[in-house]
């Protein structure tokens, strides 16, 4: 999670699969725009049922057309092929018919309603994971590896299009590769990731610029939970808070993920969304709506064992500051990955402009580019080197930096928290992670800004050092700060 009030982002333009090439069918990464005035900008809506996917499209689309934006929906691979006849009798021989009982759903310890008997024959994405998890479920693993072949390839075509646009182009994928991870088993998806030489970062991290979670009714909206509207839900209560636990984890990794909680009414909730792609794009919405998501971040005293997190995934983070061409101008590289697997990012942040606290405007870019970028480096700055830890709890997206060396020595041992959220006091205080030591909020204090620590030089002497503005400090997106949230006994 970089240090930005306001995200501007340029995307790369995609290479489609050459026509009949699905035996070496490879995801669509996104390469540089040919001009500054043109975004593809592509989304992902994901959440358990009953989330409002629906609706945040159909907002998304209107909002972003009043601006004169080209909008592409793709519409839900799974939905589109089971919709077609498919039958899990047709997959699994040796399965028997489904029955209107309950059953456990994988390891989950209490029981949740099976279809009814209308539904006996229906193709639920869900109950095709199932069967492909079963030791007899080949042809229905088959089916679903061949599912998320053709989502690559639908994502593709839109992709295309969104390139040949003439206009700003959004794109909204109704739920995205990553999210068949949440409905089939580690070993299975493992398998099928091998098979088909994709990696987590390229399928995770290139391939979307940003990830929207609208949290189930079923999580903290109880009352508006709903199973009436759809022709293939009959999840309960408790089963669908898995299911959107399942599909949020699903993504946990991605460098702009964002949880659309229910902690507001839903209309609230719809503004949220929108709000929320309008600041990573750098839109100025002006008062069009309320501004409720800050930055936050937070001093951690120790790392605690990795026993005591809720399942997470680690990075390998390495920051370069460039030569810039202004002293209120600041460059930097970004390089991102696992298991040798990258992504890059070219951050510029520019001075305040219209009373907003900072813009920084993001450009993915390739590894030649990367490489060439790396020449203008500023001596003046350490690199920075992180293990970044993303994870999820109570409903909100955190990532961890982990300094380490080399580096200046007071950059020896730091732990920072980062998180955006719209809560304030105590509804903030009981989602914030109990098993971390949180020595204090640090948000807006110069001395935890990287620009500030990656400086070779001691700050009592150097002209380099960054202070931020009257307005900038405590505050983040032109939200004003609350007081620093008191956590541990502090």
């Known amino acids: 999670m970089e240090e930005e009030a306001a995200v501007a982002m340029d995307n790369n333009k995609s290479t489609s699969p050459k026509p009949n090439a699905m035996n070496s069918l490879k995801l669509t990464k996104m390469g540089s725009v040919s001009s500054k005035d043109k975004r593809v900008y592509k989304i992902v809506l994901t959440g358990g049922p009953c989330g409002g996917k629906t609706t945040g499209q159909s907002r998304l689309c209107t909002f972003f057309e009043n601006l004169g934006w080209k909008v592409f929906r793709v519409p839900e691979t799974a ?8 039958k899990f009798s047709d997959l699994t021989e040796k399965e028997d018919p489904p029955t209107p009982t309950t059953y456990v759903y994988k390891d989950l310890p209490f029981a949740a ?3 009814s008997i209308i539904d006996l024959t229906a193709s639920c994405p869900r109950c095709l994971a199932k069967a492909a998890s079963k030791p007899n479920g080949s042809e229905a ?5 061949n599912l998320i072949r053709t989502m690559v390839q639908i994502e593709n075509t839109y992709f295309e299009l969104g390139n040949s646009s003439t206009r700003n182009c959004l794109i909204i994928c109704d739920r995205g590769v990553m999210d068949a991870s949440a409905y089939i088993s580690k070993d299975k998806w493992e398998k099928m990731m091998a098979g088909n030489k994709w990696n987590p970062v390229e399928m995770r991290d290139n391939r979307y610029n940003q990830i ?39 993504w946990v990794g991605h460098p702009y993920f964002d949880v659309i909680d229910n902690s507001t009414n839903f209309e609230t909730k719809m503004n949220r969304m929108i709000e929320s792609v309008c600041q990573k794009l750098g839109i100025d919405i002006g008062d069009r709506l309320q501004a409720t998501s800050r930055k936050l971040k937070y001093l951690i005293a120790t790392l605690p064992p990795d026993s005591e997190f809720p399942p997470f995934q680690d990075f390998d983070v390495v920051h370069h500051y460039l030569q810039s061409a202004g002293p209120k101008v600041q460059a930097r590289l970004r390089k991102r990955g696992q298991k040798n697997h990258w992504s890059y990012i070219h951050t510029q942040r520019r001075p305040n402009v219209h009373g907003q606290a900072r813009i920084e405007v993001k450009t993915q ?14 001596d003046a700055h350490f690199t920075i080197y992180k293990k970044r830890r993303c994870f999820l709890i109570n409903n909100q997206y955190f990532q961890l930096d982990i300094y380490r060396e080399p580096g200046h020595p007071r950059c020896k041992g730091l732990v920072l928290l980062e998180t955006y959220s719209s809560l304030t006091g105590e509804a903030l205080k009981n989602c914030m992670p109990k098993f971390l030591n949180i020595v204090k909020e640090v948000t807006g204090d110069p001395d935890y800004s990287m620009f500030n ?18 307005h900038a400090r405590g505050a983040t997106n032109g939200v004003t700060s609350t007081p620093p949230l008191v956590l541990n006994g502090q």
């Open 79 to 86: 939905t589109v092929l089971l919709s077609g006849g498919v």
């Open 113 to 115: 309603p099976e279809h």
């Open 141 to 145: 693993y088959k089916f679903q590896e």
């Open 212 to 250: 929207l979670h609208l949290v189930s009714a079923a999580n903290g909206a109880e009352d508006f939970y709903s199973t009436e509207d759809h022709a293939c839900r009959s999840e309960g209560v408790e089963l669908a808070r898995e299911l959107d636990y399942k599909s949020a984890a699903a």
């Open 365 to 378: 870019l390739t590894h030649r580019d990367y490489m060439n970028l790396l020449a203008q480096r500023d």
């Open 453 to 470: 620590l990656s400086l070779k030089e001691d700050w009592s002497t150097t002209k380099k050092y960054c202070r931020p503005t009257s």
